[in-house]
């Protein structure tokens, strides 16, 4: 089971304070543990895991594609 995260503040002023915290160091993420940055892409789902595992060429060659289809005139 997963261990619970704690819920972030629903007061305006306290979420800010938490923001702060977070974004300066002071407090660390609730919701972004070390173990869930380091996800390998076999664990992440959609289009995350396909862009990770796409080689640039592969990126260009779809995009390409995509572009054509774009600009495509209409018979």
Not at 1 to 27: C, W, Y
Request: proline residues 7%; without cysteine; glycine residues 4%.
């Amino acid at each position: 089971m997963s261990a619970k995260t704690p819920k972030r503040p629903r007061d305006p002023n306290q979420l800010a304070k938490l923001m702060v915290d977070i974004a300066t160091g002071e407090e660390q993420d609730a919701g972004s543990t070390p173990d869930q940055l380091k996800l390998s892409a076999a664990k992440r789902k959609g289009a995350t895991a396909r862009a990770l595992s796409l080689t640039p060429e592969e990126r260009s060659e779809i995009a390409s594609i995509a572009a054509a289809a774009r600009w495509k005139k209409k018979d």
